[in-house]
């Protein structure tokens, strides 16, 4: 069952995997599938495969209590990350979790990314804050990643790397891109020694188009 939401998933995978945006089995991906009943499921990918490798029906179909429905492997370590996001922003359909190098440069640093691009603030909701340390695939994460997401469609994971949400698998593999080109130019900017932010109330008018097609 669900062929067309694990393809989804699996195609994600590749294509974060042909950007450049992980290395070996690093990152994941999930999507959320309204079911029939009361529940909600998503299909995720599963721990420690190989993408290239990886056919469709290796993706993990699990519910939002976390029991595994369908697939032959354990579902990723960061299942309840997503999971926490789905259940917390009811627009998000999508979850991408990947290493890519600049977005995880300024995580290790201890580093956001100011408002300082207009696509930055109309597709990922302004600044793009970092986490508090968690250990993968634990509760803190879950409940740092909550807090520093809030809103908006990407935060930095402290010392491991980037997430971004959408509405729909390509939104969210979009936004992965957009968050690694704003951390790529603030890093340049920076090296320059000079960061024009966006003007403060060109922000303001900007999460405001953000909220009115993202808000929950």
């Known amino acids: 069952m669900w062929e067309k939401e694990k393809k989804e998933v699996l195609e994600a995978l590749q294509r974060m995997c042909e950007k450049d945006l992980v290395v070996g089995t690093s990152g994941n991906v999930s999507l959320r599938i309204p079911s029939a009943g009361d529940g909600t499921l998503a299909a995720i990918s599963p721990s420690g495969r190989f993408y290239d490798t990886m056919t469709a029906e290796d993706i993990a179909i699990v519910d939002f209590d976390g029991k595994l429905i369908e697939g032959p492997y354990s579902p990723s370590i960061e299942m309840p990350l997503h999971l926490g996001i789905y259940k917390t922003r009811k627009k998000v359909n999508a979850v991408i979790h990947t290493h890519s ?14 408002c300082i691009l207009d696509d930055q603030i109309t597709h990922l909701g302004g600044e793009i804050l ?23 469609n990407a935060v930095l994971l402290a010392n491991h790397g980037v997430l971004s949400v959408g509405r729909t698998i390509r939104e969210a593999l979009v936004n992965c891109e957009m968050l690694e080109k704003a951390a790529r130019i603030y890093i340049g900017a920076r090296s320059l020694g000079n960061v024009n932010l966006v003007p403060a109330e060109m922000v303001e008018v900007m999460k405001a188009y953000y909220i009115a097609v993202n808000g929950d």
């Open 130 to 152: 970092v986490t508090e340390y968690g250990l993968s695939g634990s509760p803190e994460l879950v409940r740092n990643a909550l807090a520093a997401l809030g809103p908006r």
């Open 101 to 114: 190098i600049y977005g995880s440069v300024l995580a290790v640093a201890g580093m956001e990314i100011p």
